[in-house]
């Protein structure tokens, strides 16, 4: 079975600063996406970023960058010039691509508060 | 296009009692997951269902159940209700049947047990 790990519970930030969130999974599997979702206080999950295993090139979308290591089962999310909307609780979550569905795994989520 | 929608937003039920949540996917979508959010536990995969069918299942007691029908929409049902079945449940739709397809979460629904 798969396992997502996030260690940092909290993290904070000032407002333009850079913050990164760490996350390792563990997977004996080869083929699999990887995600971050934002959960802010209205508890909407939004996808905010998601990676192939099969890229090696890591993904970014505006703010948000990944830095992939896939022999370390390691999935950092960098948030660059961080904004008040920013504040959320983040998740790390796993998906297979050798088992049919669309069944995610989550880690345990990073509380992320950005300062003015 | 309309985005997941759940109902009810919340829910108080008594120990012992059954409730039966409702999860309407986005229009086209034909997969539902399912997924319990606890302080203590975090997300965890409840079910999934494409086409009608279960197609996964996580690890949680038999009092817990779905149903998909033919429009696609969802619900769940979990009977003799526990203390510890208070949690935000969440359901999450996609349009296909692999995991290329992006996975859009509704808002959820808070269910309290006393």
């Known amino acids: 079975a798969q396992t997502v790990t996030q260690s940092q519970p909290e993290m904070s930030v000032q407002e333009a600063e850079t913050v990164t969130l760490s996350c390792t999974y563990d997977t004996s599997e080869s083929d699999y996406y990887l995600f971050w979702y934002k959960q802010p206080p209205s508890r909407q999950m939004i996808l905010v970023i998601r990676?192939?295993?099969?890229?090696?090139q890591n993904a970014t979308e505006n703010r948000f960058s990944v830095n992939f290591q896939k022999a370390a089962k390691s999935f950092s999310l960098k948030i660059s010039d961080s904004q008040l909307g920013d504040a959320a609780m983040y998740f790390c979550a796993y998906r297979s691509e050798e088992t049919s569905g669309s069944r995610l795994t989550f880690g345990e989520g990073t509380q992320l508060t950005v300062n003015p | 296009k309309a985005g997941v929608t759940q109902t009810p937003r919340y829910l108080i039920k008594t120990r012992g009692q059954q409730v039966t949540l409702s999860c309407s996917p986005i229009s086209g979508h034909r997969s539902v997951s399912w997924y319990q959010q606890t302080p203590g536990q975090g997300l965890q995969f409840l079910f999934e269902?494409?086409?009608?069918?279960?197609?996964n299942k996580g690890n949680f007691p038999g009092r817990f159940s779905g149903r998909q029908f033919s429009n696609s929409r969802s619900e769940m049902n979990v009977s003799t209700l526990e203390l510890g079945d208070s949690a935000l449940y969440l359901c999450a739709s996609s349009s296909g049947a692999n995991s290329h397809y992006e996975q859009y979460f509704g808002p959820g629904t808070r269910l309290t047990v006393t």
């Open positions: 990676q192939e295993a099969y890229k090696q």
């Open positions: 269902y494409f086409s009608e069918t279960q197609r």
